[in-house]
């Protein structure tokens, strides 16, 4: 590989253009070489950390590209990685998209190649299906194994070797394990909360992230995590409350207050990073007449809120409802010609969706400037 032009193998999250957009954001000299719906290629990134990244499952190091299967080249380097060591080594190969063929012929042949050279080896595959992050955490990180993953695009095969993992005990702590939260209010995803700083504060190490809308401080939290100084506000004293709270149960501080996103704010800040509101809670789809009245007050409600809002950018949420599964009503239809005629234009290239299995409700992420 050229050690002038890096490249990185990026397992995507469950949203892939939400992925594809915070890497971009995060390391704006990167060059995209490949793309697939569970991967892409990315040149000019040495490594990612992902623990700073919410939209990645998986990092690994490019040794490799081949338009030949890929046997020799793994076994070769797999060889390399063990030559110098003793013991029985734990190895593992994951492949996408996801092939048990493909991955069963590839470990059966590397640890024959291997015991062939006196090398003792275990693979970590169970079912010859491939790592999940918390099996390539256990499995390889902690017992220092060597992980490849395996990236496949018509003829091109990429190889490369597993370097990060996404902390997914981490993510699952900040999720259910909240001390301070309403049940009866939508949880933001920690993985999504990060991502929407990510887009707002794009490479910048520090800034003054403001969340107007802050609930219980799930996006204030994983803005401390990643080094900014945090404001917040909500017109719910009870949630304003609950934000403190939970900053303070990773020792952030933070000036939060009181506040109707409607009405300026005073203070300085250099981005938005918020959930916003995503309209009353859903268990069934409204229907139009409802839908109608929703979109009216969100659509107010944003005019007022992009109306005296004045910093770099913003990267907020408008709620989408979803029909069968799929996305169908947007907010943002009503909302964007609004806050567009305040200057304010949308920055993502394409749509970036965000929804689970089962929902009413889910949510269209927007990165916004203003001109």
Not at 225 to 253: C, I, Q, Y
Not at 254 to 283: C, M, N, W
Not at 322 to 339: C, D, H, T, W, Y
Request: charged share 25%; proline share 5%.
């Amino acid at each position: 590989m050229n050690s002038k032009n890096p490249q990185t193998l990026v397992i995507l999250g469950r949203n892939p253009a939400i992925s594809i957009a915070e890497i971009r954001a995060r390391f704006p000299n990167s060059k995209i070489c490949a793309r697939e719906k569970e991967f892409a290629i990315f040149e000019n990134i040495d490594e990612i950390d992902l623990k700073k990244v919410g939209g990645v499952v998986k990092s690994g190091a490019i040794f490799a590209h081949s338009l030949d299967f890929p046997i020799a080249r793994i076994s070769e380097f797999l060889e390399s990685e063990f030559a110098e060591k003793s013991g029985k080594q734990n190895f593992a190969i994951s492949v996408f998209p996801e092939n048990f063929r493909t991955t069963k012929t590839l470990l059966v042949g590397a640890k024959k190649f291997l015991r062939e050279r006196k090398i003792s080896v275990r693979f970590a595959n169970k079912d010859f299906a491939n790592l999940s992050s918390a099996q390539s955490e256990f499995e390889i990180v902690r017992k220092n194994g060597v992980e490849i993953l395996v990236a496949q695009s018509g003829k091109n095969w990429w190889l490369a070797k597993l370097k990060s993992v996404q902390p997914f005990a981490k993510y699952k702590f900040r999720d259910y394990e909240k001390k301070f939260r309403d049940a009866r209010v939508g949880q933001l995803p920690p993985k999504l909360a990060q991502i929407l700083v990510n887009l707002a504060a794009r490479d910048s190490e520090k800034l003054k992230i403001l969340d107007p809308f802050c609930g219980s401080g799930g996006i204030l939290v994983e803005a401390g995590l990643l080094g900014h100084e945090l404001f917040g506000s909500d017109v719910d004293p009870r949630m304003v409350d609950f934000s403190a709270k939970n900053l303070a149960e990773f020792n952030f501080t933070g000036d939060i207050f009181v506040h109707d996103a409607r009405q300026k704010i005073s203070k300085k800040f250099d981005v938005v990073a918020t959930e916003g509101y995503l309209g009353p809670p859903r268990r069934t789809l409204p229907d139009e007449k409802m839908r109608g009245k929703i979109f009216a007050e969100l659509e107010n409600l944003y005019s007022d809120f992009f109306g005296w809002l004045d910093c770099r950018r913003a990267a907020i949420c408008f709620p989408i409802y979803l029909e069968n599964g799929a996305p169908k009503f947007f907010a943002s239809k009503n909302i964007l010609p609004k806050i567009a005629a305040l200057g304010w234009r949308m920055q993502n290239s394409e749509k970036l969706i965000y929804s689970r299995p089962g929902q009413i409700v889910g949510r269209e992420v927007v990165v916004l400037s203003k001109n």
